[in-house]
């Protein structure tokens, strides 16, 4: 055999190939992967920030929904319309049904 400085047979095709598409698809997925990891931390922080700002309409209105959700109250007492707490008035409606 002679010896003339270079290969004298082809380069396997097959595993070049498989080697190849499957290099391909590895960075494609991570690709992909990366892509639904960046957009799922940013749509928590875009979430998270505008959460974190709360209005002063809001704290007033949850204050006063507090208020009057616990407090007692006349409303008319000519006809007997009174205002009491949600809870105490869960505990009155179970105890009428249960008569």
Do not use: C, H, W
């Not at 998270?48 to 209005?55: A, E, I, N, T, V």
């Not at 006063?64 to 809870?87: A, C, F, H, R």
């Amino acid at each position: 055999m002679e010896n003339n400085g270079y290969e004298k047979r082809d380069m396997p095709v097959k595993p070049l190939v498989i080697g190849g598409i499957s290099f391909i698809l590895i960075v494609a997925v991570t690709l992909f992967l990366l892509f639904e990891y960046y957009v799922r931390v940013m749509d928590n922080s875009v979430y998270d920030f505008k959460l974190s700002k709360r209005s002063k309409k809001l704290i007033e209105l949850r204050k006063t929904e507090k208020e009057t959700l616990s407090s007692y109250k006349i409303i008319d007492e000519e006809i007997g319309v009174y205002q009491i707490p949600i809870e105490r008035s869960k505990e009155l409606l179970i105890n009428e049904a249960s008569k």
